[in-house]
């Protein structure tokens, strides 16, 4: 069992050589588990990304800069720019344009992205979330009785597509924050789609596993063989599609995207899909406009500062609720004999997750379409209100948690109900001035609409649009007719669990550390792991990612499998929970300060990048 592996793990995290590798290890032999038949629970979220593997990361100091990604051609593009010179948003473009070839099936230039950026003075919020067409209207996923459609039903095809916004908001965040030129970004990207990369495990077994994405003929001309079945792991795969799409935009920026033949393209495709035609028009693309966020900065603990993205953003609020009313713990109390979470103190942050779910539900959404309660958004993390939703942890599981009262504005809505929301990637950097990104990007659910656009060039490949509009509620309003807030409407942004996170140190202000994950909603759990096991267990951030999986969504008690001994999992049922063990396939990618003396054999001082062992990620850093 893997659990029996995790003291080796974390171990190999200390000792590891501190070159960082330029390929990713060979993944583990394990195969994909089977799920268990009790995930169909409908308060469990659907696994975003099915799993492929272990690998064992090592953590990788690095002195001067750094940047964390998911897949190793994406690091080294975006160290490429570091060493040239650029600024963390300058490696988080470059790296994100390869990300769009390497691994189309997370994030792409076809879809939205929150970007959390540290100046060395300020932190900033950048929102490049996909907003609904002008067209779109509440019941746009309810068949004619009236329910909602599958999920399956809503996302395959142009029906689910909403007006992307990456380009737009890294265009804005660059014309701000960057030091080198535009079109040097576009550099490694655009070599790499004409020269051809290797198709990686991962995404081999992802494309095994999807009986949707073939069935777009520009997919599968790209991804396939003759008979339908995926190339194998090792192919190398040249774009030239999305080669010719990027030289338009890295020449004549966001707008050769947001206007003319490619936004025409795109729109082609959504509209005239034979199956799910969707209501994209070309004024939506050419309209959208990223936003400037306030960044939710909030004290936890008595010595960091957690600096994360608001609404739309359901993650830092949601991650900020549960840290607050979990206890802090030493690792001696929170951890058993091999260092994993016991059932004890995961019973507690069980408890909380159901609570800072259910406000979730309730309240987050769009806030230009839908007030804060007590009108701040705030109320929800004000420590009155985080007492009075503590009191109703016992020591034994209370089962699903109703939305509390945080303020003296009532809402009018209704709880949306759960549904899948799935995946994404994350890019850290810190760059040699101290400046930081933390940026989580998406285009939904695996492959997104299962559409791809060769941006009206005819030739092979391209990149694949989002299915972002079902991050919505497919049910907007309960049984009594009362509306859900985070329901569907033109212009708006769906609700999002992404959690870009910016950390420092509240006694000077220093930045300790940035981090992310995709996951859909587990990316709030995944987040709140990491803080917690490196604030209150001591464990550098390498660890912290790898330490098993666990979560609640106000409904079963979710265990990563194989990796908990069956005792916790019995102490769990004893004290009320159900509980699920099943894949929970994070990406986490952090920076973390590293102390100024040595700890683990290796010069103190600088930084510690990480990534996480479930997926191919990489850091690269001098």
Request: charged share 15%; hydrophobic share 45%.
């Amino acid at each position: 069992m893997r659990w029996r592996l995790l003291p080796t793990l974390l171990l190999a995290a200390c000792a590891a050589p501190p070159q960082p590798s330029l390929s990713p290890s060979a993944p583990s032999s394990r195969p994909p588990t089977a799920e268990p038949a009790l995930v169909a629970h409908s308060a469990i979220p659907q696994q975003p990304e099915g799993p492929s593997g272990w690998t064992v990361k090592p953590g990788w100091p690095a002195q001067r800069f750094a940047v964390a990604a998911a897949h190793p051609l994406a690091a080294d593009a975006g160290y490429e720019m570091l060493r040239a010179g650029g600024s963390a948003v300058d490696a988080a473009i470059a790296v994100q344009l390869v990300l769009t070839l390497v691994e189309p099936q997370s994030s792409g230039i076809a879809g939205g992205a929150f970007l959390m950026h540290w100046d060395g003075r300020q932190v900033t919020a950048l929102d490049g979330r996909e907003t609904a067409p002008a067209a779109a209207a509440e019941g746009l996923f309810l068949k004619p009785d009236g329910q909602p459609m599958s999920y399956t039903q809503a996302v395959v095809g142009g029906r689910s597509v909403g007006t992307p916004g990456l380009l737009r908001m890294l265009e804005q965040a660059h014309a701000k924050y960057g030091q080198l030129p535009w079109a040097r970004l576009f550099e490694p990207a655009i070599r790499l789609s004409t020269e051809g990369f290797e198709m990686g495990p991962r995404m081999h077994s992802l494309l095994a596993g999807d009986p949707h994405l073939k069935r777009d003929p520009q997919a599968r001309r790209y991804f396939y063989d003759a008979s339908g079945e995926p190339l194998p792991a090792g192919t190398l795969l040249r774009n030239p599609a999305l080669a010719a799409v990027l030289k338009q935009v890295a020449e004549g920026g966001a707008d050769a995207f947001m206007r003319g033949p490619v936004a025409a393209d795109i729109v082609r495709r959504v509209r005239g899909h034979a199956d799910n035609p969707g209501l994209l028009s070309e004024a939506d693309m050419a309209a959208y406009a990223p936003k400037l966020r306030e960044a939710i900065c909030t004290d936890w603990r008595e010595l960091w500062r957690v600096c994360g993205f608001p609404p739309p953003s359901s993650g830092h609020l949601a991650v900020m609720q549960i840290l607050g009313l979990v206890a802090p713990s030493t690792a001696a109390q929170a951890l058993d004999g091999a260092g994993i979470p016991n059932a004890a103190w995961l019973n507690r942050y069980a408890q909380a997750a159901n609570l800072a779910f259910a406000d979730r539900a309730q309240f987050v959404a769009d806030p230009d379409f839908v007030a804060a309660p007590g009108g701040s958004w705030a109320s929800l993390l004000a420590p009155d209100y985080l007492r009075q939703r503590a009191a109703l942890i016992g020591a034994r599981s209370s089962g699903p948690a109703k939305a509390g009262d945080p303020g003296a504005l009532k809402t009018a809505y209704a709880p949306q109900a759960e549904q899948p929301e799935y995946g994404t990637s994350h890019i850290s950097v810190v760059d040699a001035q101290g400046r930081a990104v933390a940026m989580t990007t998406t285009i939904e659910t695996v492959f997104g609409a299962r559409i791809m656009s060769d941006g009206g060039s005819g030739l092979a490949g391209g990149f694949l649009l989002n299915n972002q509009l079902t991050d919505f509620a497919l049910n907007p309003r309960d049984a009594a007719g009362v509306a859900v807030a985070n329901r569907l409407q033109p212009g708006k942004r769906p609700r999002s669990s992404m959690a870009p996170t910016l950390v420092f140190d509240r006694r000077d202000g220093r930045l300790l550390m940035t981090l992310g994950s995709p996951g859909g909603a587990a990316i709030i759990h995944y987040v709140a792991k990491t803080l917690i096991a490196t604030h209150d267990w001591g464990m550098n951030v390498q660890q912290a990612i790898a330490m098993p999986n666990f979560g609640a969504f106000n409904g079963p008690t979710l265990l990563e499998i194989e990796l908990f001994p069956a005792s916790t999992a019995a102490g769990l049922r004893a004290l009320g929970h159900e509980v699920v063990e099943r894949d929970l396939t994070s990406g986490s990618q952090a920076i973390m300060r590293r102390p100024a003396a040595s700890v683990d054999g290796r010069p103190g001082g600088g930084w510690l990048g990480a990534a996480d062992p479930r997926r191919e990620g990489v850091v690269r850093g001098d």
